[in-house]
């Protein structure tokens, strides 16, 4: 892989003075980051753009919910299986390196799928091979640019900048599953371009970074299988480490499926056609939204830990509660709700975790605080049998309150999470 950074990293860049971002925007002061952030934002829309018009295509040429599943599949295993080794290369090699190769490489298979598209050529298997080498380059992506987030803010931006980056990726989680919906029911072609064209942009973006993502040591020229246990083991040995991955992977895994069931609430529960679907997952998009602008708002916050573990705790109190619901106004209100709570807690189990690692494993850190969301797709098929046995109110209800239950226990006797500061 070529090292486009300079060979020796300069010093971190100042804190910046007050300017015209104001406090809630003011890791745009630092170029790099304005920077990272669009190119995120245009990753962001080129993932949910390729995953919207990638299913569509399917759904096209074959008219099987199987074959939507397995090509989903698909890339879903590959992403598990590359991420670790890819948040090893970030450790090892200049982050703005691998982010710029991997977006550009993204944008010339979704090139190539477009051109396919557009000249009448495309058939199943070529979905599965842009499944295949999509779900490779954003596995690789990630933990890169999870870890620049560090690279190219201060101590005292680092709040404000993680919020800031969530926030670029809730925004094309709003915007983008519709925006390329309607995109792609009008033309697969012109869907797969603009998806082209967004990757294209986000990898200029990197390329245009400062010097300062580098590699944080040499390879060291063990068996890269033994410096990526030595990853893992080092986040299990640490007690702030572990408990925040806990925190992490719990509700990905025992929760966040409940999203996958929400054309079920829609049809089951409210009576009402996809529309209603479209409104419950966007309410939960605006109210984080609301919950990381809060976030990046706020000057100095302290008891990072204390307010994580109590935002994670009242967001599952709301999911329970929208799991009983029957009332559409009333379920979007706690959908809001959740998700505002959500966003700052997530953001701030992000933070933490960047903050306790330290920079020779944070690569291989965010690789596997990104494998977390990998188990969602997991987490699904219990709570789908449970729905089939229970219904969908009682069934997601019994998993939501199980992970409360949980994480009730894990504030009470978890110190080193409560006093993280």
């Known amino acids: 892989m070529p090292d486009i950074a300079d060979p020796v990293a300069p010093p971190l860049p100042p804190t910046p003075p007050p300017t015209r971002f104001g406090r809630t925007f003011e890791a745009f002061a630092l170029r790099d980051f304005r920077l990272l952030w669009g190119s995120t934002v245009l990753s962001g829309f080129g993932q949910w753009g390729q995953q919207i018009s990638l299913n569509w295509l399917v759904y096209v040429l074959t008219g099987s919910a199987v074959q939507l599943g397995a090509v989903s599949f698909a890339a879903g295993i590959v992403g598990l299986i590359i991420t670790p080794f890819a948040g090893l290369l970030a450790d090892r090699y200049p982050r703005r390196t691998i982010l710029w190769t991997s977006s550009s490489f993204g944008a010339v298979t979704a090139a190539a799928i477009a051109f396919l598209v557009i000249a009448d050529l495309v058939e199943v298997w070529h979905a599965y091979a842009f499944a295949l080498v999509s779900g490779l380059t954003m596995a690789i992506n990630q933990p890169a640019r999870q870890a620049a987030v560090f690279d190219t803010s201060t101590d005292d931006t680092l709040q404000n900048a993680v919020a800031m980056n969530s926030l670029a990726q809730n925004l094309s989680r709003i915007v983008g599953p519709p925006a390329f919906g309607l995109i792609a029911v009008w033309s697969l072609g012109a869907s797969f371009a603009l998806i082209t064209v967004m990757r294209g942009l986000a990898a ?131 959908l809001i709700t959740a998700g505002m709570v959500h966003g700052l807690a997530l953001a701030l189990n992000t933070l933490l975790f960047q903050i306790e690692l330290p920079n020779d494993m944070r690569g291989r850190g965010m690789a596997a605080w990104q494998m977390g969301f990998a188990l969602m797709p997991l987490g699904a098929l219990p709570m789908g049998l449970a729905v089939d046995r229970w219904g969908v109110q009682d069934g997601v209800a019994v998993f939501v309150l199980s992970c409360l239950a949980v994480f009730l226990l894990i504030a009470l006797v978890s110190r080193p999470l409560r006093t993280m500061p």
Do not use: C, H
């Open 204 to 334: 200029l973006m990197t390329l245009l970074l400062g010097g300062r993502s580098r590699r944080a040591q040499p390879p060291s020229g063990r068996n890269p299988l033994v410096d990526i246990w030595r990853g893992f083991a080092y986040i299990a040995t640490n007690s702030k480490l572990a408990g925040l991955m806990v925190v992490n992977v719990l509700p990905a895994f025992i929760v966040y499926p409940y999203l996958i069931f929400l054309p079920v609430f829609s049809d089951e529960v409210f009576g009402a056609e996809a529309d209603v679907y479209g409104y419950l997952l966007a309410t939960m998009g605006v109210g984080s939204t609301i919950g990381l602008l809060a976030l990046a708002a706020l000057p100095d916050l302290r008891r990072r830990g204390l307010w994580m573990m109590t935002g994670f705790i009242i967001y599952l109190v709301f999911i329970a509660a929208f799991t009983q619901s029957n009332i559409l106004l009333l379920s979007m209100t706690l």
